[in-house]
C-alpha cells in the first residue's frame, strides 16, 4: 500500500527534490528549436510564475485556474507553479471552441485563465458567455511578469488529499464530466504503475503525442519522467508523420501514443532512425493483436498496452516486459484489484465477459456530478468496459459495455472484428459498429481505409468477409463494408464510434431511400 505524509505539495517531488539532491543541471525539458530546461531551470520558471499568481494575480489555495496551449514548457511550468501555489488545474485540449470551454468554465467556476498567445480567441469568446471567468493572462504576458520575479517560491502547504487537477472527460455523451485528483493521486500514480510496471530511470527520455489536458499525457510527458529525474520532449503538433522525425532528432527512450499511431509509423520505420527507443507505451484505445504483431517484427519492440481512464487518473491494468500477453491489456497494476462481473455485481469466473470493475490507490471522484452513483458502485470503480478474466489473471478487452452490436441476437463486440480486419495485408485502419436494419434489428458495418496500392472493390470486400468468418465466428462477419479515406478520431487518437454509428444509420436511410 502507498503511505504519503499527511502533508504534501507535490511539486516539491516532481521538481524541488531533484535541486535539493544535486541535480538540477540534470535536464527535465527538451523542445524543438533548441529549448533545454534543467531541472533547476524548471524550478526557477516554476518559482517565478507562482510568485506572479499569488502576488499579481491573487491566487488563493483552491482557486481553479484554467489552462489552455500545446504541449510545450510554458504549460508544464505553469502547470506545475498553479499547483505549487495551492491551486487547481483545468487543463483544456486546445482544439476545444468557445462553446466547450464556457461549459469547462461554468463547471469547474474558473476565475483565471492562463492562455498560449495562439489560443486566445475561443477562450475569450468563452469568457463572454461564461460568468465566472474573470481574467485571461497570455503566456506572453506571464513570461514578462516571471522575468520580474523572485526565482524562491516554497511550495504553498497542501494537505495531501486537497485537489490539485480537474481532469475533464471528452463527453462523447452528455455533459463532460469533471474528475478531481489530489496532490497524492498523481505521486500514487508514478509509485503504482510508474515503478512496477513502466520502470523508468533518471537516465530515460520521454516523448509522445498526447495532449497534456489529457492524464494520459500528463503521466507519460510529466509526472512519470520527473518523479523520478528523467527527461521530457514537449512537441506541440505530434501526428504520426511528426512524431518519427522527432524520435530520430531527440532519441527519447520511452514513447506515450495510441494504438493508430503506432500503426501508421509502422510503414515508416524504416525512414527514420527510432533505435533509441526502449519501451513503448499504448492506451486510450484497445490494442489490436495484429497491431502488437507488426510493431515487434518490425522494432523487436514489444508494445505495452494500458487501459486507464480519467477517472481513474492513469493505467491501471497492464504488464510488465517480459510478463506481455499479446492481444491481452494485462494484470492489475500492483496495488489495484480488478474484476469481472455480472449484471448485480457478482464476480463472474475466467471466460465470462462482464463489466469491468476496480480499485486502487486513485479512483473515481466527480465534481458534484450525479454519474458518480453509476460509476463507483460498493467502492469500485465501474469503467463502462466489458472484459474477459482468462484463468492467469489476464484481462482480455472485449468493447465499451453499450458499444457492444446486438444482431440477430447474437451479441458482437466491434473491436474484435477490428483486430481480426487489422491482421488482414490490405488494412490500415478499421472502426466496426452497428447499423440500423429492418431485418435483422441491426448489421455488423466494418468501415475500412486501406494501406496504398489495394483497390477497393467488390472483390476485395468479399475477400475480406471471408477471411473474418474463417478467423473468428462466422456470424461475427461485417455484411457491410464501406471504403472510406479515414476514421473519425478525437483528439486522444480514439476512434469516434458514436461518429461512425451516426454515419451508418445515415447511410441505411439513405439506401432505403434509393430502393424505394
Ligand atoms: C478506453 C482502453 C482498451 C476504455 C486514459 C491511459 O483513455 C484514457 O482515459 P479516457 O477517460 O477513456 C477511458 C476509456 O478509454 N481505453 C483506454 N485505454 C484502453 N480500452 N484498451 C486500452 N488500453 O474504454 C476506458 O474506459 O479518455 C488512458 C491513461 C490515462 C487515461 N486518461
Same mark, same amino acid.
Given at each position: 500500500?502507498?503511505?504519503?505524509?499527511?502533508?504534501?505539495?507535490?511539486?516539491?517531488?516532481?521538481?524541488? !527534490?531533484?535541486?535539493?539532491?544535486?541535480?538540477?543541471?540534470?535536464?527535465?525539458?527538451?523542445? &524543438?528549436?533548441?529549448?533545454?530546461?534543467?531541472?533547476a531551470?524548471?524550478?526557477?520558471?516554476? @518559482?517565478?510564475?507562482?510568485?506572479?499568481?499569488?502576488?499579481?494575480?491573487?491566487?488563493?489555495?483552491?482557486?481553479?485556474?484554467?489552462?489552455?496551449?500545446?504541449?510545450n514548457?510554458?504549460?508544464?511550468a505553469?502547470?506545475?507553479?498553479?499547483?505549487?501555489?495551492?491551486?487547481?488545474?483545468?487543463?483544456?485540449?486546445?482544439?476545444?471552441?468557445?462553446?466547450?470551454?464556457?461549459?469547462?468554465?461554468?463547471?469547474?467556476?474558473?476565475?483565471?485563465?492562463?492562455?498560449?498567445?495562439?489560443?486566445?480567441?475561443?477562450?475569450?469568446?468563452?469568457?463572454?458567455?461564461?460568468? &465566472?471567468?474573470?481574467?485571461?493572462?497570455?503566456?506572453? $504576458?506571464? !513570461?514578462?511578469?516571471?522575468?520580474?520575479a523572485s526565482?524562491?517560491?516554497?511550495?504553498?502547504?497542501?494537505a495531501?488529499?486537497?485537489?490539485?487537477?480537474?481532469?475533464?472527460? !471528452?463527453?462523447?455523451?452528455?455533459?463532460?464530466?469533471?474528475?478531481?485528483?489530489?496532490?497524492?493521486?498523481?505521486?500514487?500514480?508514478?509509485d503504482?504503475?510508474?515503478?512496477?510496471v513502466?520502470?523508468?530511470?533518471?537516465?530515460?527520455?520521454?516523448?509522445?503525442?498526447?495532449?497534456?489536458?489529457?492524464?494520459?499525457?500528463?503521466?507519460?510527458l510529466?509526472?512519470?519522467?520527473?518523479?523520478?529525474?528523467?527527461?521530457?520532449?514537449?512537441?506541440?503538433?505530434?501526428?504520426?508523420?511528426?512524431?518519427?522525425?522527432?524520435?530520430?532528432?531527440?532519441?527519447?527512450?520511452?514513447?506515450?501514443?495510441?494504438?493508430?499511431?503506432?500503426?501508421?509509423?509502422?510503414?515508416?520505420?524504416?525512414?527514420?532512425?527510432?533505435?533509441?527507443?526502449?519501451?513503448?507505451?499504448?492506451?486510450?484505445?484497445?490494442?489490436?493483436?495484429?497491431?502488437?504483431?507488426?510493431?515487434?517484427q518490425?522494432t523487436?519492440l $514489444?508494445?505495452?498496452?494500458?487501459?486507464?481512464?480519467?477517472?481513474?487518473?492513469?493505467?491501471f491494468?497492464?504488464?510488465?516486459?517480459?510478463?506481455?500477453?499479446?492481444?491481452?491489456?494485462?494484470?492489475?497494476?500492483?496495488?489495484?484489484?480488478?474484476?469481472?462481473?455480472?449484471?448485480?455485481?457478482?464476480?463472474?469466473?475466467?471466460?465470462?465477459?462482464?463489466?469491468?470493475?476496480?480499485?486502487?490507490?486513485?479512483?473515481?471522484?466527480?465534481?458534484?456530478? $450525479?454519474?458518480?452513483?453509476?460509476?463507483?458502485?460498493?467502492?469500485? @470503480?465501474?469503467?463502462?468496459?466489458?472484459?474477459?478474466?482468462?484463468?492467469?489473471?489476464?484481462?482480455?478487452?472485449?468493447?465499451?459495455?453499450?458499444?457492444?452490436?446486438?444482431?440477430?441476437?447474437?451479441?458482437?463486440?466491434?473491436?474484435?472484428?477490428?483486430?481480426?480486419?487489422?491482421?488482414?495485408?490490405?488494412?490500415?485502419?478499421?472502426?466496426?459498429?452497428?447499423?440500423?436494419?429492418?431485418?435483422?434489428?441491426?448489421?455488423?458495418?466494418?468501415?475500412?481505409?486501406?494501406?496504398?496500392?489495394?483497390?477497393?472493390?467488390?472483390?476485395?470486400?468479399?475477400?475480406?468477409?471471408?477471411?473474418?468468418?474463417?478467423?473468428?465466428?462466422p456470424?461475427?462477419?461485417?455484411?457491410?463494408i464501406?471504403?472510406?479515406d479515414?476514421?473519425?478520431?478525437?483528439?486522444?487518437?480514439?476512434?469516434?464510434?458514436?461518429?461512425?454509428?451516426?454515419?451508418?444509420?445515415?447511410?441505411?436511410?439513405?439506401?432505403?431511400?434509393?430502393?424505394?
Amino acid at each position: 500500500e502507498l503511505k504519503y505524509p499527511g502533508r504534501i505539495n507535490c511539486v516539491a517531488d516532481f521538481v524541488d !527534490s531533484h535541486v535539493a539532491a544535486g541535480k538540477g543541471n540534470r535536464i527535465a525539458i527538451l523542445a &524543438p528549436g533548441g529549448l533545454a530546461w534543467t531541472y533547476a531551470d524548471l524550478q526557477v520558471e516554476v @518559482n517565478r510564475i507562482a510568485n506572479v499568481l499569488v502576488q499579481d494575480l491573487g491566487l488563493i489555495a483552491g482557486n481553479r485556474v484554467l489552462l489552455r496551449a500545446p504541449n510545450n514548457p510554458m504549460m508544464v511550468a505553469a502547470y506545475l507553479a498553479v499547483i505549487k501555489a495551492g491551486g487547481i488545474v483545468v487543463a483544456t485540449m486546445p482544439l476545444l471552441r468557445a462553446k466547450e470551454l464556457s461549459v469547462i468554465i461554468d463547471k469547474a467556476e474558473v476565475g483565471l485563465a492562463l492562455c498560449d498567445d495562439r489560443l486566445t480567441d475561443e477562450l475569450a469568446k468563452a469568457a463572454a458567455q461564461a460568468a &465566472p471567468l474573470e481574467r485571461i493572462v497570455t503566456f506572453g $504576458e506571464l !513570461s514578462s511578469r516571471a522575468a520580474g520575479a523572485s526565482p524562491v517560491f516554497t511550495p504553498v502547504d497542501t494537505a495531501a488529499t486537497d485537489i490539485c487537477l480537474f481532469g475533464f472527460t !471528452s463527453g462523447t455523451t452528455g455533459t463532460p464530466k469533471c474528475t478531481m485528483h489530489g496532490h497524492r493521486d498523481l505521486l500514487a500514480i508514478c509509485d503504482a504503475y510508474g515503478r512496477n510496471v513502466l520502470k523508468p530511470s533518471a537516465d530515460d527520455r520521454f516523448i509522445g503525442s498526447p495532449p497534456l489536458a489529457f492524464t494520459f499525457g500528463l503521466g507519460g510527458l510529466v509526472l512519470f519522467p520527473f518523479r523520478v529525474g528523467a527527461s521530457t520532449v514537449l512537441l506541440e503538433r505530434a501526428p504520426p508523420g511528426e512524431l518519427l522525425p522527432a524520435i530520430a532528432a531527440f532519441k527519447p527512450t520511452i514513447c506515450f501514443t495510441a494504438p493508430t499511431a503506432y500503426r501508421a509509423m509502422i510503414p515508416a520505420l524504416g525512414d527514420h532512425d527510432w533505435h533509441s527507443l526502449r519501451k513503448c507505451v499504448s492506451a486510450g484505445e484497445a490494442l489490436p493483436k495484429a497491431t502488437f504483431d507488426a510493431w515487434k517484427q518490425a522494432t523487436g519492440l $514489444e508494445l505495452m498496452d494500458g487501459i486507464g481512464a480519467t477517472e481513474m487518473l492513469h493505467i491501471f491494468i497492464s504488464a510488465p516486459e517480459g510478463k506481455i500477453r499479446p492481444g491481452a491489456t494485462g494484470l492489475p497494476v500492483p496495488g489495484y484489484e480488478a474484476k469481472v462481473i455480472g449484471m448485480d455485481g457478482e464476480e463472474l469466473g475466467p471466460g465470462q465477459p462482464g463489466r469491468l470493475a476496480v480499485r486502487g490507490p486513485t479512483g473515481c471522484r466527480y465534481l458534484s456530478d $450525479e454519474r458518480q452513483s453509476r460509476y463507483v458502485i460498493d467502492g469500485w @470503480n465501474v469503467t463502462g468496459d466489458t472484459y474477459v478474466v482468462d484463468a492467469d489473471g489476464y484481462f482480455w478487452y472485449q468493447a465499451r459495455s453499450d458499444d457492444m452490436i446486438v444482431s440477430a441476437g447474437y451479441n458482437i463486440a466491434g473491436p474484435e472484428v477490428e483486430s481480426c480486419l487489422l491482421s488482414h495485408p490490405a488494412i490500415a485502419e478499421c472502426g466496426v459498429v452497428g447499423q440500423p436494419d429492418e431485418e435483422r434489428g441491426t448489421i455488423v458495418k466494418a468501415y475500412v481505409v486501406l494501406k496504398p496500392g489495394f483497390a477497393a472493390d467488390k472483390v476485395l470486400a468479399e475477400e475480406l468477409q471471408a477471411f473474418v468468418k474463417a478467423e473468428i465466428a462466422p456470424y461475427k462477419y461485417p455484411r457491410v463494408i464501406a471504403f472510406v479515406d479515414q476514421l473519425p478520431r478525437t483528439e486522444t487518437g480514439k476512434l469516434q464510434r458514436f461518429a461512425l454509428r451516426e454515419i451508418a444509420a445515415r447511410d441505411a436511410a439513405s439506401s432505403r431511400t434509393a430502393a424505394e
